[in-house]
C-alpha cells in the first residue's frame, strides 16, 4: 500500500535532480538559411561600400568638374572682363580718334586762318579795287539830293540796320535825319577794333569835282575806293536830302563785290539800292518839312518816331545810278 508513494516521490526526485544538473550543453550548428543571410548582408554591405566609393568617386569627379566649370567660369568672366576692356580700349581708341579728328579738323581750320592772315599780311592774297559811284541822275529840277555818307566793307553780308527793327543807335540817325556820317563811322570803327584784317569803314562827303565835303545835287556824283578781296561784301548809306529820315541804301545784305567764282563784279548795280525810312523822326511830305535839312532850324529838330526801319514805297520820285567798277 506504501509502494507506490515511494515509488513516486523517488521519481520526483530523480526528475529534479536531473533539472538541476543537466550537464555539458550542446552547440547548436548554424542553419545554411542563416549562414546565407549572413553572407548576403556582407555582400550587401560590400556592394553599399562599393557604391559609396563609386558615389565618393563620382562626387570627387563632380567636385572636379565643378571645380574645371568654375575655372573655365572664372576664365570666361576674365575673358568678357578682357572683352569690356578691349571694348573701352576701343571705345577709347574711337573717342580719342575722333578727338584727334576734330583736333585735326581745328588745326586744319586754324592752319587755314593762318594761312589767310599770313597771306594778307604778306600781300599774297589776291585784292582788287573797286571805284564805287553814287550819282545823282535826277532832272535839274528834281527832289533828289544826295548828303555825305558812310561805306562799310566787310567779309560777310551786313548793313547799317536790321528792316523792320528800330535804329541801332550807332548814328545812322544823325546820318538820315542831318546828313551827318561821322558819327556812324566812329561807333562802328570803335567796335570793330581789332579786326582791321576783313574790315574797313569810311565817309565820302565831296562830290567828283568840288573843292570841300557837300550835298550831290543833280547831275553829281560822289566816288570813293575799296579795296577788296573774294568773299567781301560792301554797304553804305546817303540821306535824301528833302525827308526827315530817309535814306538809300543797300539791302540787308550788302553788295557782294565778287561773283561765285571769285571774279570781281562789274557795272551798274542800282537794281540792289532802295530808299529806306530810320523810324527815328516823324515824316512830312518830302521837299516841303520845316524839319527836313534844307529848312529846320538845326540838327535834330524833328518830332520823334520811335518806329522801325523800313522800305519806303509811297514814294518814287527819285533818281539815283550805282555803279561799281574794278581797276586793272
Not at 549562414?35 to 558615389?55: I, L, R, S, V
Request: proline share 7%; net charge negative.
Amino acid at each position: 500500500m506504501f509502494r507506490k508513494p515511494v515509488l513516486l516521490v523517488l521519481v520526483v526526485l530523480a526528475l529534479f535532480a536531473v533539472a538541476c544538473n543537466p550537464g555539458p550543453q550542446a552547440t547548436t550548428a548554424p542553419q545554411p538559411a542563416a549562414t546565407e543571410a549572413m553572407e548576403d548582408n556582407d555582400n550587401m554591405q560590400e556592394g553599399q561600400d562599393e557604391a559609396m566609393n563609386d558615389n565618393g568617386d563620382e562626387m570627387m569627379e563632380d567636385d572636379e568638374m565643378m571645380n574645371d566649370n568654375g575655372d573655365e567660369m572664372m576664365e570666361d568672366d576674365e575673358m568678357m572682363d578682357n572683352g569690356d576692356e578691349m571694348m573701352e580700349d576701343d571705345e577709347m581708341m574711337n573717342e580719342n580718334g575722333d578727338g584727334m579728328m576734330e583736333d585735326e579738323a581745328m588745326n586744319d581750320n586754324g592752319d587755314e586762318m593762318m594761312e589767310d592772315d599770313e597771306m594778307m599780311e604778306e600781300g599774297m592774297m589776291e585784292t582788287t579795287t573797286f571805284v564805287i559811284r553814287i550819282e545823282n541822275v535826277a532832272p535839274a529840277d528834281g527832289l533828289t539830293v544826295l548828303a555825305p555818307g558812310a561805306w562799310e566793307l566787310n567779309d560777310h553780308p551786313l548793313a547799317f540796320f536790321t528792316p523792320g527793327e528800330p535804329d541801332r543807335g550807332q548814328g545812322l540817325e544823325a546820318l538820315a535825319e542831318d546828313g551827318n556820317p561821322t558819327v556812324l563811322v566812329s561807333t562802328i570803327d570803335g567796335m570793330m577794333a581789332g579786326d582791321m584784317g576783313s574790315f574797313a569803314i569810311g565817309v565820302f562827303d565831296t562830290p567828283v569835282g568840288a573843292d570841300a565835303p557837300g550835298p550831290a545835287g543833280p547831275g553829281s556824283a560822289y566816288e570813293f575806293t575799296v579795296e577788296a578781296y573774294p568773299g567781301q561784301y560792301l554797304t553804305f548809306a546817303t540821306m535824301f536830302v528833302h525827308s526827315n529820315d530817309w535814306f538809300f541804301s543797300p539791302g540787308p545784305d550788302g553788295i557782294a563785290l565778287f561773283d561765285a567764282d571769285g571774279n570781281p563784279i562789274s557795272g551798274d548795280v542800282s537794281d540792289q539800292i532802295f530808299l529806306w525810312d530810320a523810324g527815328t523822326e516823324v515824316d512830312q511830305p518830302p521837299g516841303e518839312g520845316a524839319d527836313q535839312a534844307p529848312r529846320q532850324a538845326g540838327p535834330n529838330t524833328g518830332e520823334a518816331e520811335n518806329g522801325v526801319v523800313e522800305m519806303v514805297v509811297e514814294f518814287q520820285d527819285y533818281a539815283i545810278r550805282v555803279t561799281i567798277t574794278p581797276q586793272q
